[in-house]
């Protein structure tokens, strides 16, 4: 059984709104909002037209991400690969199928989840989620680490970017550390 990375979120209302333009056809909607360029990226690259009318709601709801979901477990499925099981907050658990080697099952996993629009969908549903107002990542985990006392208050982002860049193991270590990384705002009820 492979299990995927489950990432953390609960309902993520979009804090963008679409506006037509008279070239929406073509382009899509124009998004404003502090996520608009990932929504316009999204909504552009987007595998199908079922994708694009989730993003062009200006919100992505828990069922827009269970829809993906599904499309996404139909292919895998037709695939080969059975006991397919998603996660409402995030990431699969599958049971590839046999005499596969690794890279190709990574390759098919990848390819239902780009060709379902589950990539989209899943990635902004979650950022959206534990950042709605798109700041600065960095910025607000340094700020938890200080305010949690996993850190001194004179770290800083670049001490933060020289423990990812050496795998530092505080980062691991402390349950509370990997969850200023991933939430530092603590809005999916994960702490």
């Known amino acids: 059984m492979i299990l995927t990375a489950a990432l ?11 506006h037509d333009t008279s070239n929406s056809a073509a382009q899509g909607p124009e998004f404003s909002g502090p996520w608009a360029a990932e929504f316009s990226q999204a909504y552009t690259d987007a595998p199908s037209d079922f994708i694009r009318s989730i993003l ?10 269970a829809e993906t979901q599904q499309l996404n477990k139909a292919c895998l499925e ?3 690969f059975s006991d397919v099981e998603h996660f409402m907050r995030g990431g699969l658990s599958v049971t590839p199928p046999k005499g596969r080697s690794d890279a190709d099952i990574h390759d098919l ?12 969908i899943e990635t ?15 910025e607000l985990a340094v700020q938890c680490l200080i305010t949690e006392q996993v850190v001194e208050p004179s770290f800083t982002v670049a001490d933060l970017q020289s423990w ?16 200023c990384t991933f939430d530092p705002l ?6």
Not at 8 to 18: D, K, Y
Not at 164 to 179: E, F, H, K, T, W
Not at 186 to 191: I, L, N, Y
């Open 8 to 18: 953390s979120a609960c309902t993520a209302q979009v804090p963008v709104s679409p």
């Open 56 to 65: 062009a709601q200006g919100e992505i709801t828990d069922a827009n991400l």
């Open 78 to 80: 037709s695939a080969g």
């Open 109 to 120: 996993v990848r390819q239902c989840s780009d060709d379902s629009g589950l990539t989209q």
């Open 124 to 138: 902004l549903y979650t950022a959206l989620l534990i950042n709605p107002d798109n700041a600065d990542m960095d």
């Open 164 to 179: 990812y860049d050496r795998d530092d193991p505080r980062l691991l270590a402390s349950g509370v550390a990997a969850n």
């Open 186 to 191: 603590k809005r999916t009820g994960e702490w």
